[in-house]
């Protein structure tokens, strides 16, 4: 089973920058398309953004332009580059599979102050 493993989460002004990485486990990484995705206090778990292993890229509309999803195959990590943070940003960050298939992992917060 693949195990999902997020970083890179913190407090943040608003406006400002992280960068989270999820590193995974697991051979069948570099074909699937990854996923970041959020869940803010009392809300559902949404959509961030998804890339395919061929480099294609969603976006939601919240964060379209703001943030950027990357991935490293070699590494089986995928990565995401937010900046100009808001306090609608702030939730728990989870990777997963897009569709998610596999467990999900502990995510990292990013808390941003306004």
């Known amino acids: 089973q693949v195990q999902l493993v997020e970083s890179g989460g913190g407090l943040v002004q608003a406006g400002g920058s992280l960068r989270l990485s999820c590193a995974a486990s697991?051979?069948?990484?570099?074909?699937?398309?990854m996923g970041w995705y959020r869940q803010a206090p009392g809300k559902q778990r949404e959509l961030v953004a998804y890339i395919r292993s061929g480099g294609t890229t969603y976006y939601a509309g919240a964060v379209k332009g703001r943030f950027t999803i990357s991935r490293d195959n070699a590494k089986n990590t995928v990565y995401l580059q937010m900046n100009s943070l808001n306090s609608e940003d702030t939730a728990v960050y989870y990777c997963?599979?897009?569709?998610?298939?596999?467990?999900w992992g502990q995510g990292t917060q990013v808390t941003v102050s306004s």
């Open positions: 697991g051979s069948s990484f570099s074909i699937k398309a």
């Open positions: 997963n599979s897009w569709p998610s298939d596999y467990y």
